[in-house]
């Protein structure tokens, strides 16, 4: 097995400082202790009239919530699903849970209901908090939730209090403040109970393979994870936040429940995607991360700006003139485009991590193209003589509820959490991520070839939102293309045309040329065997809801080839 590129580096002594920092330490405590410290600070922004709530108007809204679940009644060790967008009282309703003894597991919004319905069931939730707007997805399959004993709804005005299975939000507000008057406290008894091995969160995996899988995060695991990170990002209460991505996926927790606690930042709330542009303005973010389609649309956008402009006023229109840490991940992010904002002098630096281990490295301060940086302090890394990143720290999660063997086949006896992920280190220690195990081709020269890096390539063309590429057990290469609408009806209106739709569009003879080229300067650098031979563009996008995208927007492989058999097996007949 090789061994990391750490020698001059102690692992064990990193690792033995953050344990040190952590012990005996919740992140009901440190909550506790930033509220009383930041106590007239923001917590939270959101809005666009400027809406707010303090550390101590924070922390008083947990508390009254923590008292009116134990009055619900809530037995300690029980799951609460959260279904909600990025709203003030999803990050209440997360730190009430634990104080009150139990788990939360928060769920991406865009799930459908089924899928809701299957993680609700998995986890044997005892309640719910879902937004209004969202209540019909568990509400369609509640005869099949016998373990659910009620859903606390936010977002609306009326109350729910008499409605047996319902009750507002504002009801268990309610309860909670008469249940405080009669104790005359509560949440620091409560706070007392809750112990670091306790689990601090069920975060349930995207599923790009199969069911999702619900991974165990105890206090312990997220405050070493977080300690670890912290090393290099340096938070502060100066620093500002853009919560805009699903809060269920593993950034949602570091940027808005964990890091926030831990560390006083302020915490602006995008509840709208669309939002997102006028919120980055409002909130000037210090640290904003972001996958690589969200730094494409924002390349777009400075595309779009008339020429000439200053960089520092480019930075300024997108929000990002006070941006210190501009972060990636997700995905592998194109040298063009990471060279396009380096340019403008904003250093996006790239983050490798997995829900099971949170962030593992980070390329901070080593601007190498097509690396994700060494591990973070503390966390151990090492290469499997098939390729395989191995890593072992601190932050590595327990395993999987209720699944032991696929815990069992995650970690092995000594702590190493097998990532299937395929990597490779240089001289200096840091990563190259070169795809993942599962998803490898055999070229026919019999080489082993990950059509990731490859995705990557064609979507740094601005008119291919997505490309899957397809060819294991095949002869040759080809890829399914699906073009962003707005930057092709950019194009389109560019040159005088009139289109009613993507299919129209998908005959134009100048589009085909252009695709035609963008296809070529991939080829031209990567192997022969490497090489795409033809690709098929596709008239309709690719979503969450059609199943080609999970809720972190990576693709589901086995879907779309499935979904699109006739257009791939045409491709090679034609061929």
Same mark, same amino acid.
């Given at each position: 097995?090789?061994?990391?590129?750490?020698?001059?580096?102690?692992?064990?002594?990193?690792?033995?400082?953050?344990?040190?920092?952590?012990?005996?330490?919740?992140?009901?405590?440190?909550?506790?202790?930033?509220?009383?410290?930041?106590?007239?600070?923001?917590?939270?922004?959101?809005?666009?009239?400027?809406?707010?709530?303090?550390?101590?108007?924070?922390?008083?809204?947990?508390?009254?919530?923590?008292?009116?679940?134990?009055?619900?009644?809530?037995?300690?060790?029980?799951?609460?699903?959260?279904?909600?967008?990025?709203?003030?009282?999803?990050?209440?309703?997360?730190?009430?849970?634990?104080?009150?003894?139990?788990?939360?597991?928060?769920?991406?919004?865009?799930?459908?209901?089924?899928?809701?319905?299957?993680?609700?069931?998995?986890?044997?939730?005892?309640?719910?908090?879902?937004?209004?707007?969202?209540?019909?997805?568990?509400?369609?399959?509640?005869?099949?939730?016998?373990?659910?004993?009620?859903?606390?709804?936010?977002?609306?005005?009326?109350?729910?209090?008499?409605?047996?299975?319902?009750?507002?939000?504002?009801?268990?507000?309610?309860?909670?403040?008469?249940?405080?008057?009669?104790?005359?406290?509560?949440?620091?008894?409560?706070?007392?109970?809750?112990?670091?091995?306790?689990?601090?969160?069920?975060?349930?995996?995207?599923?790009?393979?199969?069911?999702?899988?619900?991974?165990?995060?105890?206090?312990?695991?997220?405050?070493?994870?977080?300690?670890?990170?912290?090393?290099?990002?340096?938070?502060?209460?100066?620093?500002?936040?853009?919560?805009?991505?699903?809060?269920?996926?593993?950034?949602?927790?570091?940027?808005?429940?964990?890091?926030?606690?831990?560390?006083?930042?302020?915490?602006?709330?995008?509840?709208?995607?669309?939002?997102?542009?006028?919120?980055?303005?409002?909130?000037?973010?210090?640290?904003?991360?972001?996958?690589?389609?969200?730094?494409?649309?924002?390349?777009?956008?400075?595309?779009?700006?008339?020429?000439?402009?200053?960089?520092?006023?480019?930075?300024?229109?997108?929000?990002?003139?006070?941006? @210190?840490? +501009?972060?990636?991940? !997700? $995905?592998?992010?194109? #040298? /063009?485009?990471?060279?396009?904002?380096? &340019? =403008?002098?904003?250093?996006?630096?790239?983050?490798?991590?997995?829900?099971?281990?949170?962030?593992?490295?980070?390329?901070?301060?080593?601007?190498?193209?097509?690396?994700?940086?060494?591990?973070?302090?503390?966390?151990?890394?090492?290469?499997?003589?098939?390729?395989?990143?191995?890593?072992?720290?601190?932050?590595?999660?327990?395993?999987?509820? @209720?699944? +032991?063997?696929?815990? !069992? $086949?995650?970690?092995? #006896? /000594?702590?190493?959490?097998?990532?299937? &992920? =395929?990597?490779?280190?240089?001289?200096?220690?840091?990563?190259?991520?070169?795809?993942?195990?599962?998803?490898?081709?055999?070229?026919?020269?019999?080489?082993?070839?990950?059509?990731?890096?490859?995705?990557?390539?064609?979507?740094?063309?601005?008119?291919?939102?997505?490309?899957?590429?397809?060819?294991?057990?095949?002869?040759?290469?080809?890829?399914?293309?699906?073009?962003?609408?707005? $930057?092709?009806?950019?194009?389109?209106?560019?040159?005088?045309?009139?289109?009613?739709?993507?299919?129209?569009?998908?005959?134009?003879?100048?589009?085909?040329?252009?695709?035609?080229?963008?296809?070529?300067?991939?080829?031209?650098?990567?192997?022969?065997?490497?090489?795409?031979?033809?690709?098929?563009?596709?008239?309709?996008?690719?979503?969450?809801?059609?199943?080609?995208?999970?809720?972190?927007?990576?693709?589901?492989?086995?879907?779309?080839?499935?979904?699109? $058999?006739?257009?791939?097996?045409?491709?090679?007949?034609?061929?």
């Amino acid at each position: 097995m090789q061994e990391t590129v750490t020698r001059c580096r102690d692992i064990a002594a990193e690792r033995a400082s953050l344990e040190a920092e952590i012990e005996g330490r919740t992140l009901c405590g440190a909550l506790a202790e930033t509220a009383t410290r930041l106590a007239g600070r923001d917590a939270l922004r959101w809005g666009t009239h400027g809406e707010g709530m303090s550390w101590g108007e924070f922390y008083e809204s947990v508390g009254h919530f923590a008292l009116g679940l134990e009055a619900f009644p809530f037995p300690r060790g029980s799951f609460v699903v959260l279904l909600t967008h990025n709203r003030p009282e999803h990050l209440i309703a997360h730190h009430a849970v634990l104080h009150a003894g139990g788990t939360p597991v928060t769920l991406y919004d865009a799930l459908a209901a089924g899928q809701a319905a299957q993680i609700t069931r998995h986890c044997d939730a005892a309640l719910a908090v879902v937004e209004e707007s969202l209540l019909p997805k568990l509400l369609e399959h509640r005869s099949d939730l016998p373990g659910l004993r009620g859903v606390i709804v936010v977002g609306e005005e009326r109350s729910h209090a008499r409605e047996g299975w319902l009750l507002g939000w504002a009801d268990v507000l309610a309860i909670g403040r008469a249940e405080q008057r009669r104790r005359g406290g509560g949440l620091q008894q409560l706070a007392a109970k809750v112990r670091p091995n306790d689990l601090a969160a069920l975060v349930y995996t995207s599923g790009t393979s199969g069911p999702p899988k619900g991974v165990m995060v105890t206090h312990r695991s997220a405050l070493c994870g977080m300690a670890s990170f912290q090393r290099l990002a340096c938070w502060g209460p100066e620093d500002r936040l853009v919560s805009y991505l699903p809060l269920a996926h593993l950034s949602g927790h570091i940027s808005a429940f964990w890091g926030p606690a831990l560390y006083g930042t302020t915490t602006h709330l995008c509840t709208d995607l669309s939002h997102l542009p006028a919120v980055m303005v409002q909130a000037r973010p210090t640290f904003f991360f972001g996958p690589p389609g969200v730094w494409e649309a924002l390349r777009a956008a400075v595309g779009a700006l008339p020429p000439g402009v200053p960089h520092s006023e480019v930075l300024g229109r997108l929000g990002l003139d006070q941006c @210190r840490l +501009p972060v990636t991940a !997700a $995905a592998p992010m194109g #040298p /063009e485009l990471l060279a396009s904002f380096h &340019d =403008l002098g904003l250093d996006v630096s790239e983050i490798w991590g997995m829900t099971e281990c949170g962030v593992g490295t980070w390329s901070l301060g080593r601007m190498r193209t097509g690396t994700v940086g060494p591990t973070l302090p503390g966390v151990e890394a090492r290469i499997a003589p098939d390729g395989e990143l191995l890593v072992r720290s601190g932050g590595v999660a327990p395993g999987y509820y @209720r699944d +032991p063997e696929r815990t !069992a $086949a995650a970690i092995d #006896p /000594e702590g190493w959490l097998h990532t299937e &992920d =395929l990597a490779e280190a240089d001289e200096d220690g840091s990563y190259r991520i070169l795809g993942r195990r599962k998803e490898l081709f055999i070229t026919p020269l019999g080489r082993n070839l990950s059509p990731v890096n490859l995705e990557s390539r064609l979507k740094a063309h601005p008119l291919i939102q997505e490309a899957a590429v397809v060819g294991d057990g095949r002869p040759w290469l080809t890829a399914l293309l699906v073009l962003d609408a707005g $930057a092709a009806a950019a194009w389109a209106a560019d040159r005088g045309l009139e289109v009613a739709a993507a299919r129209e569009l998908g005959r134009n003879a100048d589009l085909s040329s252009e695709l035609d080229r963008a296809v070529e300067r991939v080829n031209a650098e990567v192997a022969d065997d490497e090489q795409i031979r033809g690709y098929t563009l596709l008239h309709a996008p690719w979503t969450i809801e059609t199943g080609e995208l999970t809720p972190t927007l990576k693709i589901r492989r086995s879907v779309i080839c499935e979904k699109y $058999a006739d257009d791939i097996e045409a491709m090679y007949q034609t061929r």
